[in-house]
């Protein structure tokens, strides 16, 4: 049988190639109907390309433009001049890179006067069907609660928010503080950088209650020459799961909390070149890897580990303290 207008002229099969190479491209037997449904199914978990994975960004419309006006970590204060342009068409390729890996993808509108607003990782953390909301201890970030907080209200009715209890220090900058071992263990970075102590604490109870596990770890103040650079937990570790190992930036971690993370996974350590570079901020989606950095040893470990590194220059975000991970808040 004939499926095609080309198979039609030429005859039928020009190829010896097996049947079901492309499920979704190719012709397959299922009738029309039938493909449309599944198109929008995860039918295939493992190797399946549906969409079986929903992000939150934000466009950059209001990034910085030249030197970042506030600076509230040590890669802002260097005050390097972002190119706003060129951060548009950098974030314009991550989200068509995550559109071809077939990731759902929601926007958020962006507001004026909230240009970190593009890093959606900030906005809260996602625990089952519940949302809870940050608090960002640096004041210039504050008001980007309130708009996540509309947005999930308005959006995702199938989510309930959590806020934070008003207690003084106490803060939490969402999945930026958090690195996923898997559905039920998490990691929270906490310490005197961004999400405090009683923070992390209050996410440990909470999702205790859910029975998620939550490990805190203490972010220590770690960089290069008088630099802060590691201030999120994403900046400096990331679990890799097909593996189960670590990316690990190591100074930014106290003794004891290494000898915790070497019980969940073995240790792979950046140098201080990789880790500037925002290595542990990769977005993992299957055997794909978004990063933006990658050189040789990087390669190699992720490609040993099953998975395609994609690179993607983000110069422009990584001028204000941010890499691909931090762009997108992950459902
Ligand atoms: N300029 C932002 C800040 O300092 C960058 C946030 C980066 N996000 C992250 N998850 N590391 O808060």
Same mark, same amino acid.
């Given at each position: 049988r004939a499926v095609s207008s080309v198979q039609k002229r030429f005859g039928f099969r020009q190829t010896n190639a097996p049947r079901l190479n492309f499920p979704i491209f190719g012709r397959g037997d299922w009738p029309r109907e039938a493909r449309k449904t599944r198109l929008f199914k995860n039918f295939n978990?493992?190797?399946?390309?549906?969409?079986?994975?929903?992000?939150?960004?934000?466009?950059?419309? %209001?990034?910085f433009k030249g030197k970042p006006h506030y600076q509230i970590n040590d890669w802002m204060r260097e005050k390097q001049p972002i190119d706003y342009q060129l951060a548009g068409r950098q974030w314009q390729n991550l989200y068509e890179?995550?559109?071809?890996? @077939?990731?759902?993808?929601?926007?958020?509108?962006? $507001?004026?006067?909230?240009?970190?607003?593009?890093?959606?990782?900030?906005?809260? =953390?996602?625990?089952?069907?519940?949302?809870?909301?940050?608090?960002?201890?640096?004041?210039? @970030?504050?008001?980007?609660? &309130?708009?996540f907080e509309k947005h999930f209200l308005k959006h995702y009715s199938d989510f309930k928010t959590i806020k934070l209890p008003k207690n003084e220090g106490m803060f939490f900058e969402g999945q930026g503080d958090i690195v996923k071992i898997d559905e039920k263990n998490l990691i929270i970075g906490y310490g005197k950088q961004r999400t405090s102590l009683t923070g992390a604490n209050f996410i440990r109870e909470t999702a205790?209650?859910?029975?998620?596990?939550?490990?805190?770890?203490?972010? =220590?103040?770690?960089?290069?020459?008088? $630099?802060?650079?590691?201030?999120?937990?994403?900046?400096? =570790?990331? &679990? #890799?799961?097909?593996?189960?190992?670590?990316?690990? %930036?190591?100074?930014?971690?106290?003794?004891?909390?290494?000898?915790?993370?070497?019980?969940?996974?073995? #240790?792979?350590? #950046?140098?201080?070149?990789?880790?500037?570079?925002?290595?542990?901020?990769?977005?993992?989606?299957?055997?794909?890897?978004?990063?933006?950095?990658?050189?040789?040893?990087?390669?190699?470990? #992720?490609?040993?580990?099953? %998975?395609?590194?994609?690179?993607?220059?983000?110069?422009?975000?990584?001028?204000?303290?941010?890499?691909?991970?931090?762009?997108?808040?992950?459902?």
């Open positions: 978990k493992e190797g399946g390309f549906f969409m079986d994975k929903k992000i939150l960004m934000c466009e950059p419309k %209001y990034f890179t995550y559109l071809c890996l @077939r990731i759902k993808i929601n926007l958020i509108e962006p $507001k004026i006067s909230l240009p970190d607003m593009c890093f959606t990782a900030n906005c809260g =953390l996602n625990l089952k069907n519940f949302f809870i909301l940050s608090r960002f201890r640096k004041i210039e @970030r504050r008001k980007e609660s &309130f708009v205790e209650k859910l029975e998620i596990s939550v490990k805190p770890v203490e972010l =220590l103040i770690s960089g290069g020459k008088n $630099k802060k650079s590691f201030y999120h937990l994403d900046t400096c =570790l990331r &679990f #890799l799961p097909k593996t189960k190992t670590f990316l690990i %930036y190591s100074p930014s971690f106290k003794k004891d909390d290494l000898k915790k993370l070497e019980k969940i996974g073995e #240790l792979i350590f #950046l140098d201080y070149k990789e880790a500037e570079g925002l290595t542990a901020n990769i977005v993992i989606h299957q055997n794909f890897a978004i990063s933006g950095f990658l050189n040789d040893r990087i390669r190699k470990i #992720l490609e040993k580990g099953g %998975y395609n590194p994609i690179y993607i220059n983000l110069s422009e975000f990584k001028k204000a303290g941010g890499g691909a991970k931090c762009l997108t808040f992950e459902f």
